[in-house]
């Protein structure tokens, strides 16, 4: 048996709504978590687009599309002004310890290389 | 002696700078959730030391070093300005979408509906007196309806005209306080971290209204601009805003309700510079939203429009019939119709205030003939009917029917109210957000308070046992040298 739409988008709300929790903490743990949470999110998402039961949607999946639609929208607010603080940041830090470009911009910080593995 | 001298001397310094240490994290604790508050430490410095040139060593205490983080206190001032604008959206826009209810028994809708009903009657009993008064009875309930609809938006008008003077007042209170601390930050040096945090507070309470951006400067005080352009106050000089009313140039109607405008201390409208904040939200309710419906000098309005449009075509097409035919034999000549509606066609910002029956229109005066060719003996009302279905852009505004149109009001301050409610959350979670930012910057962490106290209790106590055992050890030296004595 399928799982009807509006359980299926309220599952992944829980989701982004975890993501927002997490953004609004700010904290590079939280964030950690965020990133993750987002992700399935999506899968889910592009996943019940297929597995869920769209035929019998009904007003709660309409209202439960309304809600995360919203989730989604927080979501996206909440990592653009964490996007814009922590560029922010970087521009601030990368002026201090490189100095300023010809142009008089920030100068470029070296990039941080990330490494991780999975198992 | 001398060397257990200097060594006292040492520890004793090292008890001082400790002592200022604790006082120091004292402070923080106390003060973990003082607002504008960041957390301060105290520096160690080590004092030079050479035994043969006479230099002691030891420790003394540095400068103490405020966490405070500009950047960080920006991004809260921001999101302040940001949920205040959208909290003040929210609160105006309420009380505009009460005025433009669809689903109720009153209103315009209603009142427009009624007024259907009565025609679509009248034509099935054209010359029945009481359908005609019916008719009377609903285009009067429909008047008054557009003049209560009006009138609320005028009195939305005047409350955000009464707002916006308070809400300047408040901005010139909080930076008259700005002024006053930077007056006794500029005595302080820069030092006192409790009239840093005051000054904090106070911007970030201005940052509610308006949108604003602060420089610290090296006496201490703080430099607050409005949007990084106006000056609010510079050191001890204040820069007050003042709030008008006015008709802009090209208005080409000089009754219509003016629009507010904000000007700084040299007299320069700043009125566009003003884009958020409680401030920012109420300027454009008051000079965006609300003339979108009652009109300012550039623009009618569209309740306006829609009461005079509406008030043309039903006159129109009454007068287009005829309320007797003429006599068979010529000797009377038909009755023409006599319009339903009256407004002030002087000034196009009253039409929905002024919109009302005329008062000279008897029941008998409706005109239900419509003399064709072919006559048609209730043609006139059955178009009046038609006007809820129209099939001709003659019977439109603005290509759909009078109930879309008002439905199409009602729908945009729904929207508004939606969308600023959805602001206002997301606003408070940024808010939030970047006030978690900050603590991590700047914040008081009192785990960490406590580790530095214990390890500051612990070298203040260290040092104190160094003094017992010195001073010990010059007890034990005098007795040496002076037997005897105790």
Known sequence: MRLDAASGLAAVRVEVEGACRALVLASPEALACCEGALQRAAEALRQGRAAWDWESASEAAKIEASRLQAGIRRAGRLLSSASRYHAGRLRILSAMTGGYSPRGEAAPMPGVRRFSLEG | ?486
């Open chain 2, 1 to 486: 002696m001398p060397g257990l001298i200097s060594s006292l001397y040492v520890q004793a310094g090292a008890i001082n700078a400790f002592e200022q240490a604790i006082a120091v994290t004292s402070a923080n604790v106390s003060n973990a959730s003082t607002p504008g508050y960041a957390s301060q430490t105290q520096t160690l410095v080590a004092v030079p030391e050479d035994i043969g040139q006479g230099a002691t060593g030891g420790v003394e205490a540095g400068p103490v070093v405020s966490s405070r983080d500009h950047y960080a206190d920006q991004a809260v001032w921001n999101q302040q300005t940001a949920l205040g604008g959208s909290t003040q959206s929210v609160d105006s826009l309420t009380s505009l979408q009460s005025l433009f209810n669809v689903t109720g028994t009153s209103g315009i809708s209603t009142a427009l509906s009624s007024l259907y009903q009565s025609f679509s009657a009248w034509g099935q009993t054209p010359s029945d007196s009481t359908a005609q008064q019916a008719v009377l009875t609903a285009a009067g309930n429909l008047a008054t309806a557009f003049q209560q609809t009006a009138s609320g938006l005028a009195s939305a008008a005047t409350t955000a005209q009464a707002q916006l003077q308070q809400t300047v007042n408040q901005v010139n209170t909080l930076v008259g306080q700005l002024q006053q601390l930077n007056t006794l930050a500029m005595g302080s040096n820069g030092n006192d971290s409790g009239l840093d945090a005051q000054i904090n507070s106070a911007i970030e309470n201005l940052s509610q209204y308006i949108p604003v951006s602060a420089t610290e400067q090296p006496d201490g005080t703080y430099t607050v601009m409005l949007d990084g352009q106006t000056p609010l106050v510079i050191g001890s000089q204040q820069f007050p805003l003042s709030f008008d009313m006015y008709q802009p140039a090209d208005a080409t109607n000089t009754d219509a309700p003016p629009l507010a405008q904000v000007i700084d201390a040299n007299g320069t409208d700043i009125t566009s510079d003003i884009t958020g904040g409680q401030l920012g939200a109420l300027l454009n309710f008051r000079n965006t939203v609300l003339p979108s419906y009652i009109g300012d000098g550039t623009q009618a309005g569209s309740l306006n429009t829609m009461a005079q449009q509406f008030a043309d075509t039903v006159n129109g097409i009454l007068t287009s019939g005829n309320i007797s035919d003429a006599s068979a034999d010529g000797t009377t000549s038909a009755v023409p119709g006599v319009p339903l509606f009256t407004y002030d066609t002087t000034n196009a910002t009253n039409v929905a205030a002024s919109l009302a029956v005329s008062s000279t229109i008897t029941p008998g005066q409706l005109a239900a003939i419509d003399p064709g060719p072919p006559e048609v003996s209730n043609g006139i009302p059955l178009a009046l009917t038609q006007l809820e279905n129209p099939e001709s852009s003659a019977d439109e505004i603005n290509g759909e029917s009078y109930t879309a149109a008002f439905g199409d009001m009602a729908t945009q301050a729904g929207n508004l109210l939606n969308d600023a409610t959805e602001d206002q959350q997301v606003a408070q979670s940024a808010l939030t957000q970047a006030q978690n930012l900050q603590q991590q910057q700047s914040g008081v962490d009192l785990d960490q308070q406590a580790v530095t106290l214990v390890q500051y209790q612990s070298s203040y106590e260290a040092n104190a046992e160094m003094i017992t055992v010195l001073n010990q050890l010059m007890q034990d030296t005098i007795n040496i040298l002076e037997p005897g004595t105790t």
